[in-house]
């Protein structure tokens, strides 16, 4: 069983930055494309970024593209968002999902398995 847990959200500054990360549990992190998604109060839930199995490509949604970077480290199961230039639509509770699809996908319905989600408020 893939377990994903988040961490590092929290009270972010508009203009600032926050790093989230997401650890993977059960099976290596190798075998699994990988992304994020986020959901705002009274909102449907939003594709962020995404990254293939071996880390090697990339894809990441018009809101966040040029600001955000994902990144994959296979050898410590984990992967991470860089996210710079915050602005207070980037209010969420962020969700970290596993899918076994080779290509980079921004659909939640190609996604495995869920984190259970961590919070990023960004005040202005």
């Known amino acids: 069983q893939v377990q994903l847990v988040e961490s590092g959200g929290g009270l972010g500054q508009a203009g600032g930055s926050l790093s989230l990360s997401c650890v993977v549990s059960g099976r290596s992190s190798s075998m699994y494309g990988m992304g994020w998604f986020r959901q705002a109060p009274g909102k449907e839930r939003e594709f962020v970024a995404a990254v293939t199995k071996s880390g090697g490509m990339t894809k990441y949604g018009d809101s966040v593209r040029g600001r955000f970077t994902i990144s994959k480290d296979n050898a410590k199961n984990t992967m991470n968002l860089q996210m710079n230039s915050l602005n207070s639509g980037d209010t969420a509770v962020y969700y970290c999902?596993?899918?076994?699809?080779?290509?980079?996908?921004?659909?939640?319905?190609?996604?495995?398995?869920w984190g259970q989600g961590t919070q990023v408020t960004v005040s202005s």
């Open positions: 999902a596993a899918t076994a699809k080779i290509y980079v996908s921004s659909s939640e319905r190609d996604y495995d398995y």
